[in-house]
């Protein structure tokens, strides 16, 4: 079965840096479409960054600069640098990885993890 815990988040300052980690079991990050999501409260969840399968990233306007998504193939990990965070980026994150054949540019991932909290405090 395709598994992925995300570790990393927290309680941070407005300007800090957090750093997202997915481990991933039963399939391999190299071969799948893998992307990073969020949902705030009171919101609906949407994409934050993803990779496709020739290390092609994507992010959303407010993060570009900021963020960068990552893949650790030999680790087998996706990673999530965040740096001068801000308190809109508050929400709790979800690693997610879609088949190749199902597509990237996608909010439907199949598979998810069952997230990890970001608080950005003013």
């Known amino acids: 079965a395709q598994v992925l815990v995300e570790s990393g988040g927290g309680s941070v300052q407005a300007g800090g840096s957090l750093k997202l980690s997915c481990a991933a079991s039963g399939f391999t990050v190299s071969t799948y479409c893998m992307g990073w999501f969020r949902q705030a409260p009171g919101r609906q969840r949407g994409t934050v960054a993803r990779i496709d399968l020739v290390n092609v990233t994507t992010y959303i306007d407010p993060v570009k600069g900021r963020f960068t998504i990552s893949r650790d193939n030999a680790k087998n990990i996706l990673s999530l640098q965040m740096n001068s965070l801000k308190p809109e980026d508050t929400a709790m994150y979800y690693c997610?990885?879609?088949?190749?054949?199902?597509?990237?540019?996608?909010?439907?991932?199949?598979?998810w993890g069952q997230g990890t909290q970001v608080t950005v405090s003013s």
């Open positions: 997610a990885a879609n088949p190749m054949w199902l597509g990237c540019d996608t909010e439907h991932y199949v598979y």
